[in-house]
């Protein structure tokens, strides 16, 4: 079986976009900077196994808490 390197490439820029997209999303509360995570998780997805556990990361972070920003 040959594996056709345009496609190969196609699914790496879509699964790209699609781990930035779910990287911002789920960084919003969790994190100072959402899009620099968003940024990160498009860069790591390069690698697809490298992106999924970014994801998994941020999925089991913990959510900043508003009274901690005011407090300092």
């Known amino acids: 079986m040959d594996i056709n390197i345009t496609l190969l ?4 820029a879509v699964f790209a976009v699609v781990v930035a997209v779910l990287s911002y999303w789920l960084a919003r509360g969790k994190v100072k900077y959402p899009w620099l995570a968003a940024v990160l998780g498009f860069v790591l997805s390069i690698m697809p ?9 941020l999925l089991f972070k913990k959510q900043e808490s508003v009274l901690t920003e005011k407090a300092k």
Do not use: D, P, W
């Open 49 to 57: 196994a490298a992106g999924v556990v970014y994801l998994v990361i």
């Open 9 to 12: 490439g196609q699914f790496i």
